[in-house]
């Protein structure tokens, strides 16, 4: 079947089109599994799940020292350009073997106390041990993502986001009622193998056409600039998860585990959809940012991509809002501590969306010092100010704190960019 013409002419709309089908099957997916989770589990599980999610998130990018922007950077420049190819991925190579070695010893010899820290109890120390196995093919799944976003394979990146979240979900049901919640975390622990499976039987052929493997050698010629890639990770995803992490801590402590179920089960729902952004943004985004030079183009773009994704995100949004005690009555049964948190989640989720579009701009151009600084005022303002609201508001403060670290980073992100091109034009006027 053919897409529609003005579909076919709009590359971001072929992208949002065909991720539209894999976010609404992982959404009805989602459904049955988080139901099921919240039934047999309970608030308790639910935060305990997104406890062990956010160190998926950090291992995701500790595991290839955060270079997974600058291989879809880089593949996007160089795609024809062989032997640069091979020099990125030599180095990138060196940066996955030291990342994962060093996560796999952290968790493996670490284990009893992460699991004291994440769950109050050392039962759970199994779990890091075998995240200490599953790193090297978390990491390999990151580097070949990165090729398939650097090339903006669109249709093999929603094939693989498909069926490995099939086959993860499937995983996960079987771990829930074998072993009730250990099962589930283990399931969530060898998700990236499955994963992996799924991009080397989708994407491998194609693969070796795009990278000579049999090239590579131990080069360190791309140190420094993916080190730059390194820290803007590191910044983002770490910190994020961490920040994650100490929030829900802190909820479970001052306001009740089932508070920080309840925010946790908030932050899933708002997963879903940021999901779906974040495969178009390094599908499209970041390798069409990279090769834009200047502000005309670069404000046309911006504009062109406001305009197509945005409206769709806020009614998506807006029908999240509106239908928000049905979606506690189906998904999260019994939740109704959610139903005050919708508002401010989806509000800051919005503009997040808005900022990201443009903060991409800062991993195009290395932008390393602006990233770094802006990430980490907008990780601050929401540690502060999450503790700070939620004295006043309960776990609502959370949510809230959100909202208004968005509308804060948003506002940076664009002064920043606008100082960029200044100063990009005025070194131009005195060359």
Same mark, same amino acid.
């Given at each position: 079947m053919k897409l529609p013409r003005f579909i076919r002419d709009n590359i971001v709309l072929k992208i949002t089109s065909l991720n539209a089908v894999v976010?609404?099957?992982?959404?009805? %997916?989602?459904?049955? %599994?988080?139901?099921?989770?919240?039934? #047999?589990?309970?608030?308790?599980?639910?935060?305990?799940i997104g406890q062990i999610r956010n160190v998926m998130g950090m291992l995701t990018s500790f595991s290839t020292l955060g270079t997974f922007n600058g291989v879809v950077k880089y593949v996007a420049e160089f795609r024809q350009n062989k032997p640069e190819l091979v020099k990125v991925f030599s180095t990138a190579s060196i940066f996955l073997l030291l990342g994962s070695l060093v996560s796999a010893v952290v968790l493996f010899f670490g284990a009893r106390y992460l699991s004291e820290y994440l769950f109050a109890s050392a039962s759970f120390s199994?779990?890091?041990k075998l995240l200490a196995f599953v790193v090297p093919f978390l990491a390999i799944n990151r580097m070949i993502g990165g090729v398939v976003n650097g090339v903006s394979d669109y249709k093999s990146y929603a094939k693989i986001e498909l069926i490995s979240y099939l086959i993860a979900s499937l995983a996960?049901?079987?771990?829930?009622?074998?072993?009730? +919640?250990?099962?589930?975390i283990i399931a969530i622990a060898i998700a990236p193998i499955i994963q992996l499976s799924v +991009?080397?039987?989708? =994407?491998?052929? %194609?693969?070796?056409?795009?990278?000579?493997f049999q090239? $590579?050698?131990?080069?360190?010629?791309?140190?420094n600039k993916l080190l730059a890639f390194t820290l803007m990770s590191f910044v983002s995803t770490l910190l994020l998860n961490y920040v994650e992490l100490d929030i829900r801590t802190f909820i479970a402590d001052?306001?009740?585990?089932?508070?920080?179920?309840?925010?946790?089960? #908030?932050? =899933?729902?708002?997963?879903?959809?940021i999901v779906f952004a974040s495969g178009l943004f390094t599908l499209y985004v970041l390798p069409k940012f990279a090769g834009i030079t200047n502000k005309v183009d670069f404000k046309k773009e911006v504009i062109k991509i406001y305009k197509t994704i945005l409206p769709i995100f806020g009614l998506g949004m +807006? $029908? #999240?809002?509106?239908?928000?005690? =049905?979606?506690?009555?189906? #998904?999260?049964?019994?939740?109704?501590g959610m139903e005050p948190l919708f508002k401010w989640q989806l509000l800051g989720d919005f503009i997040r969306l808005g900022s990201l579009v443009l903060a991409h701009q800062f991993l195009a151009k290395r932008m390393v010092k602006?990233?770094?600084?802006?990430?980490?005022?907008?990780?601050?303002? =929401?540690?502060?100010?999450?503790?700070i609201f939620v004295q006043y508001y309960g776990i609502e403060g959370v949510v809230l704190a959100h909202f208004v670290r968005h509308i804060i980073y948003f506002v940076m992100v664009v002064i920043v960019i606008k100082m960029y091109f200044n100063k990009q034009k005025e070194s131009t006027i005195n060359d």
């Open positions: 976010i609404t099957v992982r959404l009805i %997916v989602s459904v049955f %599994v988080q139901r099921f989770l919240a039934i #047999v589990l309970g608030e308790s599980g639910i935060a305990s199994y779990v890091f996960l049901l079987i771990g829930l009622y074998t072993y009730n +919640l250990r099962g589930v +991009l080397i039987l989708v =994407f491998g052929k %194609v693969l070796k056409t795009i990278i000579p090239l $590579l050698k131990i080069n360190f010629s791309y140190k001052d306001l009740g585990v089932d508070e920080a179920g309840y925010w946790t089960a #908030v932050t =899933f729902i708002s997963k879903n959809y +807006l $029908l #999240v809002y509106v239908l928000r005690n =049905f979606i506690i009555q189906i #998904v999260y049964p019994d939740f109704t602006s990233f770094i600084i802006t990430e980490l005022i907008s990780m601050g303002l =929401f540690l502060f100010l999450s503790k």
